[in-house]
């Protein structure tokens, strides 16, 4: 199986949290949000491997200057923790703190180091714009001044109204080895699937042992679809129209940051460390507006030959009512009046008004069950 990316599968889970928790009195609680825990629990959990905390100056500056950690370690993303300049000064190196999320301790913080950082540099280097309507730069903008690095230790793990789709890579990797999967594809997704995604995975499975179905759970944008629409329309689909020896679907709980070519590989760093071996890349991934030319997701992985996961590059593709199939430019003849796009405007909007979109665009016992939902986007 693929090793972990670094080459260690971080675990970063306290065993005795008992002894710890004796500390409870001693230690300062800083309260932190969803997102926050999010970050903790990746690190914890190994899916951030080689990450054990959040990231030093060096590292950090080394992320937005060479994609790399400083060690030379492929890294685009940067995994920090901001903190209110007021309550970060009254911290030391070495001093130990509780993270606190629904008025318990979540974690333990070791702080190592604290630095402040450029707004505009960090959106302009990992975004490529500083412009506000990028989601990813408002979410920069909102940040505290603040940066505080630190091995952390997860004392206990949030619960998820998906927790039967909830692995870490040390379960995902003994299910695939148990599957005799060695060949594994991952799948992002923030999206329900159309026949468009249906044909990319089914066409990246026939090369591979397996098929890993991984959407992305947590904050995303306004319009975007719900989590739980998204886990239903895909249950819908595999317990369909998938043999269920092939499929595996498991949640990534993790913030969608739209930073397109860095985020492509971000996405498949993680999936690395889940153990697939292969990941699809499609059309303007993690993109947002028009902020990336559509194949930019591609292109960056030639600066990554050490990355240790292969790239599966799809391009645009479309239903030919001439050839009756799903086809992309390499391979159909036919002009472009004969082809239907996946307008995901179009298949959106039919959604929203209760309408099943045409079954060339997306299988009917899909739509249906997204349609039964009671909210279908993000507001």
């Known amino acids: 199986m693929v090793g972990p990316h670094g080459g260690k599968l971080i675990n970063r889970v306290l065993k005795d949290k008992a002894e710890v928790l004796k500390h409870e009195n001693e230690f300062e609680f800083i309260k932190v949000n969803t997102d926050v825990i999010r970050e903790v629990e990746n690190i914890a959990f190994g899916v951030y491997s080689p990450l054990e905390g959040f990231l030093n100056k060096e590292d950090f500056e080394s992320v937005l200057n060479r994609k790399r950690l400083a060690n030379g370690v492929p890294w685009t993303i940067p995994i920090v923790f901001d903190l209110d300049d007021k309550v970060a000064e009254k911290l030391t190196k070495g001093q130990k703190i509780f993270f606190q999320y629904n008025n318990k301790p979540v974690a333990l913080f070791t702080i190592e180091e604290k630095f402040n950082f450029s707004k505009d540099e960090y959106a302009s ?153 292969h990941f699809i890349v499609g059309r303007d991934h993690a993109g947002v507006g028009d902020f990336y030319h559509p194949f930019a997701a591609h292109r960056i992985f030639d600066e990554f030959p050490d990355l240790g996961i292969i790239p599966l590059f799809f ?60 909210k279908i986007f993000v507001e």
């Not at 991952?186 to 999206?191: H, I, K, Y």
């Not at 796009?341 to 016992?365: A, C, H, W, Y």
């Open 125 to 277: 280097k990992i975004y490529g714009t500083t412009d506000i309507k990028h989601p990813g730069v408002q979410r920069v903008q909102n940040m505290n001044n603040t940066l505080v690095s630190g091995k952390i230790d997860l004392i206990s793990s949030s619960l998820t109204e998906f927790q039967n789709y909830y692995l870490h890579p040390k379960e995902t990797r003994v299910l695939f080895k148990e599957k005799g999967w060695l060949d594994i594809v991952a799948f992002q997704t923030r999206n329900v699937p159309h026949l468009g995604h249906e044909y990319v995975q089914k066409a990246a499975l026939t090369m591979s042992d397996g098929l890993f179905i991984n959407p992305l759970i947590g904050p995303k944008k306004k319009g975007d679809f719900l989590d739980k629409v998204i886990i239903d329309a895909y249950k819908t689909l595999t317990n369909h129209y998938y043999l269920k020896n092939n499929v595996v679907m498991s949640i990534l709980q993790s913030t969608m940051h739209y930073a397109g070519p860095r985020e492509a590989i971000h996405h498949s760093i993680m999936r690395k460390n889940f153990g697939c071996t």
């Open 315 to 374: 391009r645009s593709f479309s239903r030919c009512t001439k050839c009756n199939a799903i086809v992309n430019d390499k391979i159909c003849p036919h002009p472009q009046k004969y082809h239907i796009n996946f307008s995901g405007t179009k298949i959106r909007k039919l959604l929203s008004e209760g309408e099943v979109p045409p079954s060339d665009l997306m299988r009917p016992e899909v739509a249906e069950t997204i349609i039964k939902e009671d």
